[in-house]
């Protein structure tokens, strides 16, 4: 499904010039078709950061690739009052910038820069899942459907009116590391068709009534909540792959998780061990029981889930940490 419409497109002149921000690997991919389709006059991307056990100053995936393919690279610290980065910006010639996962909120003032102003490529169906994380979000609710959203940039939240939509079923398996590489593609190529068509598409405006949030991750949105049913563990698993990852507790004791997935049967109290046949360890959540592929103490290797259970003397009837978020307000 696709939306933005268009007022006659062909009559208005064509963009040339495009100035990119983007940081993640994940925005490398839309840096390199729009430098396909058009002339890249900046990419803008966040400064290098420490980054191994020797922090070495390292650039974002977006300034190295622009480094690669030669293009003028800038990597201001900040962007409000920055009138010498608002200069070069407006020095460089773009028509309109596309932002991907930058990472910095744009002040109106640096907005109201170039012809077109700012496109953002946002991996939601906006307004459902604004913020930093949507695709993590919209996993961890346990959505089918997600897409890619091209909106005008205003000075909000992922406010701004929508110039074309295009939805993206999740396959079932898919982790957050799945669903980033087809979003990524997906953002690609609607950002070349936006750019192009940019001159003769009416920006809509987005419903805020029926907006969703989707906040940074913590590291306690990774830690399992046994009472939950086994498909929202399952779907919490699948959120948070890249990170935090999935946590769970043992006698106080941390264990990364790996290939959760919803076991064809079982019950029993929340946490508690129901079979360690085979290679995997089944575990009974509030509704229903996970199976749980392997398993990773702190400071070791992942290890085969049942031989990890049976070295560690658990049986069935063995039992987890129960684990629950505070209460709102707390």
């Not at 030669?70 to 460089?92: H, Y």
């Not at 930058?102 to 102003?117: N, V, W």
């Not at 890249?242 to 076991?263: C, E, H, I």
Request: aromatic share 6%; proline share 9%; net charge neutral.
């Amino acid at each position: 499904m696709t939306s933005g419409s268009e007022t006659g497109s062909s009559a208005h002149a064509s963009i040339r010039r495009v100035a990119f921000f983007g940081s993640p690997a994940f925005a490398v991919p839309v840096l390199e078709a729009l430098h396909a389709a058009f002339e890249v006059v900046l990419v803008v991307s966040q400064p290098d950061k420490p980054v191994g056990r020797g922090l070495r100053l390292t650039p974002p995936p977006v300034a190295a690739r622009a480094a690669e393919l030669g293009l003028p690279l800038a990597q201001p610290r900040k962007l409000r009052g920055n009138d010498e980065f608002a200069a070069l910006l407006r020095e460089s010639g773009a028509e309109v910038a596309v932002t991907c996962a930058y990472g910095k909120l744009l002040p109106q003032s640096l907005l109201d820069t170039l012809p077109y102003g700012f496109l953002n490529t946002h991996t939601s169906l906006l307004p459902r899942w604004r913020g930093a994380a949507p695709i993590q979000w919209a996993l961890i609710h346990g959505d089918t459907v997600t897409g890619t959203t091209i909106m005008q940039t205003d000075a909000g939240m992922d406010t701004g009116p929508v110039l074309r939509q295009e939805e993206l079923p999740i396959a079932p398996h898919w982790t957050a590391l799945e669903l980033s590489a087809a979003l990524s593609e997906q953002a690609a190529r609607l950002a070349v068709q936006v750019v192009g068509e940019r001159p003769g598409l009416t920006p809509q405006p987005q419903d805020h009534a029926q907006a969703t949030h989707a906040p940074l991750l913590t590291k306690e949105d990774g830690f399992v909540r046994w009472n939950d049913p086994a498909t929202a563990t399952v779907n919490r698993y699948r959120g948070v792959a890249a990170w935090p990852q999935t946590t769970a507790f043992l006698g106080g004791v941390r264990l990364k998780l790996d290939g959760l997935s919803v076991a064809p049967s079982g019950s029993g109290e929340p946490g508690t061990v129901l079979d360690m046949s085979g290679d995997t360890l089944t575990v009974a959540s509030g509704e229903g029981a996970v199976q749980i592929r392997t398993v990773q103490p702190a400071s070791k290797k992942p290890q085969p889930a049942a031989a990890w259970a049976a070295a560690q003397g658990l049986r069935p009837g063995s039992r987890f940490d129960l684990w629950e978020p505070e209460p709102a307000g707390h």
